[in-house]
């Protein structure tokens, strides 16, 4: 069975940085998992933030473009969200999500908490 653990959330003032890991078990073909950084802010649904397919072509939200960067290593079986010049409004409990290689295979962390304080 995979399993996704993330990793790397807290508390950090508005401009500050944080890492967020995202290590995948359970499977030895995690390289070929397209993946990707979700968030959910109270109140709020849950947003895509960053994604990253077998291949290393990302994507980003509007809100995310130019502060935040996804990476993976597939040696480690981990995903990164790198997370800089970080506002309020990114307050949120971010999950890590991967789909394997068929439909009906998705996989979704437990997730990692961030606050930014003003």
């Known amino acids: 069975q995979v399993r996704l653990v993330e990793s790397g959330g807290g508390l950090v003032q508005a401009g500050g940085s944080l890492r967020l890991s995202c290590a995948a078990s359970g499977t030895s073909i995690f390289s070929r998992y397209n993946v990707a950084w979700y968030r959910q802010a109270p109140g709020k649904q849950r947003e895509l933030v960053a994604a990253i397919t077998s291949g290393a072509i990302t994507t980003y939200a509007d809100s995310v473009k130019g502060r935040f960067t996804i990476s993976r290593d597939n040696a480690k079986n981990t995903v990164y969200l790198q997370m800089n010049s970080l506002k309020p409004e990114d307050t949120a409990v971010y999950y890590c999500?991967?789909?394997?290689?068929?439909?009906?295979?998705?996989?979704w962390g437990q997730g990692t908490q961030v606050n930014v304080s003003s």
């Open positions: 999500h991967s789909r394997g290689l068929t439909s009906d295979q998705e996989y």
